[in-house]
Each structure stands twice: as structure tokens, then as C-alpha cells.
């Protein structure tokens, strides 16, 4: 049982000390929903090895009882297994896969082209020890200079957010991706936007976009987790002219979102599809 509720978490941060790894944010907010404390130990992408003893070179890592448990995803099932009668993060193996679909998609639809339009400010804001080391290794990731792969990115972002609306749609039906409330995929995507806040030097999304109610919930849990100072609104993107719509204002429902009730409520959609005039 951990000692005084408390856990110790190994945090990837930024000069401001907020947190920016998606994986890290992730594990936060599943150390709050479990109800821990956490310990953290501050620190950067520099001497991740000497700081957790040579125990990993990645972050999160965390330490319940002397016990050390590393990865994110493997951090949330044991979570679940040492402290069963606290809240359920995972509850089912189904919703790993289904987890794994849905967070390879955000991130092919936004992480990684986020990550053309922030990387600078990614390193920029990170601790200035580390300044060097995220240079090199994301200009070898990303196979160019920092400075050269954000350029033209204020054309990106628009059609980055308008690739969302496949999350717009489920949300506006669904309060979380838990149901009633949030589950452990709620805070991996949740984990995904906070990074976004924990890089974003311009916003990335409308300030009207449908997402914020969501995003709010979630940036407010478990004692407000998402509100470090450091972290940027990420709304208040304009579509300029030539620019596509950063969100769909009169999306159609579809697949789960469409409930079958009896002819009523196919009628008209049949009557469309028919080329017939709906009667009324
Ligand atoms: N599968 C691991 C991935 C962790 C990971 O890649 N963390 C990154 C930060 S997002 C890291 O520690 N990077 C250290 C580095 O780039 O040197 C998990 O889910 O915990």
C-alpha cells in the first residue's frame, strides 16, 4: 500500500515546470483518479538514467513501496491490479485495443503533424541543459532543422484541427470515452492535448471548437491537473480566408451517433436518398 497515499513519479519537464510528455500527463491523470498523491522528481530529458538510478532512459516511471513500475501503459495495469478497489482505469481488456486504435489515431491525425508546427518552441521551452540534446535528436527524428520544419505551419493548423471532427462527433454524444466518467483512454487522449498546451505557442484550435467542453472537463480533473501555468491556451485559432472550416458547424450524424427507432426516424434520410420529397 502506498505510504501516506503517496506515489513517486518521475516527471519529463519544461523550464516551467510544467510537464510536457503525453505519456507522463497521461499517468498524472491516472495517479488522480486513483485517488494518489503524487511525489514527483523534477527534471528533463537530460540524465533521465542517472536520476532513476539506470533504471530507464524513458519517462514515466513511478515508484509505489519501493517498487518500480515503468511505462505508461503498463503503469495504468498495475495500477489497476495493486488497487483494485479504487477507481477502474482500464476495467476491461477490450478497451486496450480499442485505445490503441484510437490513440494511433490522434496521433497520425494531429500529434505528429503538431509536432511539425511546434517542435521550436518544444525545444525552446524545455530546460535550457536540454536545449542541445532535443535539437539534435528531434532534428534526426523529424529529418530537418527545427526551424525549417515549422515553416508554413500557419497553413497546417487549420486543416489539423478540421481533421478532428471524428473525436467532435463521439464527444457529442459521449460525456467521456469512460461513459459516465473518464477511463484511462480519456486520459491518454487528455494527455495528447496537454502536450499540445505544454508546446503550443500559437493556438491550435477555434475558440469555439466543440472539443472545449471536453478538453475543460478534462484539463479541470482531479484538483485541476491541467491548469500548470505554463501551459498555453491552445484556442483561439482564426480561419483566414482560403482556410477550411476548423470544425464542422452542421455535422451529420453517423454510426453510433444514429439511432434506427422505427421508420420516423429514417424517413427523411430515405426520402433524400430516393430523390422523393419528405412528407409531412
Ligand atoms: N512506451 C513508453 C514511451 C515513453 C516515452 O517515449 N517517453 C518519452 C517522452 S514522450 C521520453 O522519455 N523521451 C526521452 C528522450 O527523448 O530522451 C510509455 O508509454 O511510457
Known amino acids: 500500500m502506498a505510504e501516506n497515499n503517496k506515489i513517486t513519479l518521475y516527471d519529463l519537464q519544461l523550464e516551467s515546470g510544467a510537464t510536457i510528455s503525453p505519456f507522463v500527463w497521461a499517468i498524472k491523470l491516472a495517479l488522480g483518479h486513483k485517488g494518489f498523491d503524487m511525489d514527483v522528481v523534477p527534471g528533463g530529458f537530460t540524465g533521465i538514467m542517472e536520476r532513476t538510478g539506470g533504471k530507464t532512459e524513458r519517462l514515466p516511471?513511478?515508484?509505489?513501496?519501493?517498487?518500480?513500475?515503468?511505462?505508461?501503459?503498463?503503469?495504468?495495469?498495475?495500477?489497476?491490479?495493486?488497487?483494485?478497489?479504487?477507481?477502474?482505469?482500464?476495467?476491461?481488456?477490450?478497451?486496450?485495443?480499442s485505445a490503441q486504435f484510437i490513440e494511433g489515431w490522434l496521433w497520425g491525425t494531429a500529434v505528429g503533424p503538431w509536432m511539425t508546427c511546434y517542435v521550436k518552441s518544444y525545444r525552446d521551452r524545455s530546460l535550457q541543459v536540454d536545449h542541445e540534446y532535443v535539437t539534435e535528436t528531434r532534428a534526426r527524428m523529424m529529418g530537418g532543422k527545427l526551424e525549417d520544419i515549422v515553416v508554413g505551419r500557419e497553413d497546417r493548423l487549420p486543416?489539423?484541427?478540421?481533421?478532428l471532427e471524428l473525436l467532435r462527433g463521439t464527444l457529442r454524444s459521449n460525456d467521456w470515452f469512460g461513459g459516465?466518467?473518464?477511463?484511462?483512454?480519456?486520459?491518454?487522449?487528455?494527455?495528447?492535448?496537454?502536450?499540445?498546451?505544454?508546446?503550443?505557442?500559437?493556438?491550435?484550435?477555434?475558440?469555439?471548437?466543440?472539443?472545449?467542453?471536453?478538453?475543460?472537463?478534462?484539463?479541470?480533473?482531479?484538483?485541476?491537473?491541467g491548469r500548470h501555468p505554463g501551459l498555453s491556451d491552445i484556442f483561439g485559432l482564426e480561419q483566414r480566408p482560403g482556410d477550411p472550416e476548423l470544425f464542422d458547424h452542421n455535422p451529420r450524424e453517423f454510426g453510433l451517433n444514429k439511432r434506427n427507432t422505427g421508420p420516423e426516424s429514417t424517413r427523411a434520410e430515405t426520402a433524400a436518398i430516393k430523390g422523393e420529397a419528405v412528407n409531412a
Do not use: M
Request: with cysteine; charged share 25%.
Open 61 to 97: 516511471a513511478i515508484v509505489d513501496d519501493g517498487e518500480w513500475v515503468l511505462d505508461s501503459w503498463l503503469i495504468a495495469e498495475y495500477l489497476d491490479e495493486k488497487y483494485p478497489d479504487r477507481p477502474t482505469l482500464i476495467g476491461d481488456p477490450s478497451i486496450k485495443v
Open 159 to 163: 486543416q489539423i484541427s478540421a481533421n
Open 180 to 225: 459516465e466518467a473518464p477511463n484511462y483512454v480519456d486520459h491518454r487522449l487528455l494527455g495528447c492535448f496537454l502536450w499540445l498546451a505544454s508546446v503550443a505557442d500559437t493556438p491550435a484550435l477555434a475558440s469555439d471548437d466543440p472539443l472545449r467542453d471536453w478538453l475543460d472537463r478534462g484539463f479541470d480533473l482531479y484538483g485541476g491537473l
